[in-house]
């Protein structure tokens, strides 16, 4: 099986400059922005993309609390928990 070209990734909306199969996420807008384009080794499968949707979650926890409390005797257990 084939990795999957990481460098394909871009920090922004793909453009028809860029190589076949580069990508981008928008995760505040939930779009997933793909750039395909046609060749004749893609017609002879050569050139396939492979999209997986894999679930996952993503949190974000704000908490607030003062340094002395977050350094005090119980600072392996905080960043137990900082850390998950």
Partial sequence: QKKPNIDLKVGRIPVFSD???????????????VLLKGSEEAFRGQRD???RKTPTVKLKIDIQ?????FTGATFVTNMAVLLG
């Fill in 49 to 51: 993309i492979v999209m």
């Fill in 19 to 33: 190589p076949h199969g580069a990508h981008a996420v928008d995760a505040q807008a939930l779009k997933f922005y």
């Fill in 65 to 69: 609390i003062t340094q002395a409390e």
